[in-house]
T-cell receptor
Framework: AQKVTQAQTEISVVEKEDVTLDCVYE???????LFWYKQPPSGELVFLIR??????QNEISGRYSWNFQKSTSSFNFTITASQVVDSAVYFC???????????FGQGTRLTINP | DTEVTQTPKHLVMGMTNKKSLKCEQH?????MYWYKQKAKKPPELMFV???????INESVPSRFSPECPNSSLLNLHLHALQPEDSALYLC??????????????FGPGTRLTVL
């Protein structure tokens, strides 16, 4: 069975702190893709990153970085020097071969306080 | 341009009403999706259209009826809904036929309230 676990339901930090959102996935497939989406209060899911199972290189995009470790089945997301605009619900998701659907985690609600 | 548009933004309807949600994309994407999202929960897949044909129906009640008139448009027809159907309805599209590597791009959603 495929499953994505985001154990942190809510995180609250003060602006400019670094924060890491955890994502652990389960799948028996060797080929799969992992995604992160951001959902601000307006409701739209905004695509952040896609990573395939054969590429374990970490990625950095501005203040955002992602750490993919197959050994621990984790795909964690770090925001450096957080800002109030980063406040949102963040979803990690898994896509597997043969399926046309995403398996979402339960989401982590991140609040950045000024 | 990765824009998916949805109308209306908000909809309030009675249980006997018939209404429709509309989704549009002009990115040339060939797969389109409807999701339902309840508060504090992740999106739940309802339907997938690939090349304008229904490819996945996640056992959704018949009071929800999808329609894909062309490759750019996706509708969701609503009839005889229940209060528990109140939710955020999200539309998404992806470039190919919804393959494993496809990235889904979401619209802003329609907040539906059923009285």
């Amino acid at each position: 069975a495929q499953k994505v676990t985001q154990a942190q339901t809510e995180i609250s930090v003060v602006e400019k702190e670094d924060v890491t959102l955890d994502c652990v996935y389960e799948t028996r497939d060797t080929t799969y893709y992992l995604f992160w989406y951001k959902q601000p209060p307006s409701g739209e899911l905004v695509f952040l990153i896609r990573r395939n199972s054969f590429d374990e290189q970490n990625e950095i995009s501005g203040r955002y970085s992602w750490n993919f470790q197959k050994s621990t089945s984790s795909f964690n997301f770090t925001i450096t020097a957080s800002q109030v605009v980063d406040s949102a619900v963040y979803f990690c998701a898994l896509s597997i071969q043969g399926a046309q659907k995403l398996v979402f985690g339960q989401g982590t609600r991140l609040t950045i306080n000024p | 341009d990765t824009e998916v548009t949805q109308t209306p933004k908000h909809l309030v309807m009675g249980m006997t009403n018939k209404k429709s949600l509309k989704c549009e994309q002009h990115m040339g994407h060939r797969a389109m999706y409807w999701y339902k999202q309840k508060a504090k929960k992740p999106p739940e897949l309802m339907f997938v259209y690939s090349y304008e044909k229904l490819s996945i129906n996640e056992s959704v009640p018949s009071r929800f009826s999808p329609e894909c008139p062309n490759s750019s448009l996706l509708n969701l027809h609503l009839h005889a809904l229940q209060p528990e159907d109140s939710a955020l309805y999200l539309c998404a599209s992806s470039p190919s036929r919804g393959s494993i590597s496809d990235t889904q791009y979401f619209g802003p959603g329609t907040r539906l309230t059923v009285l």
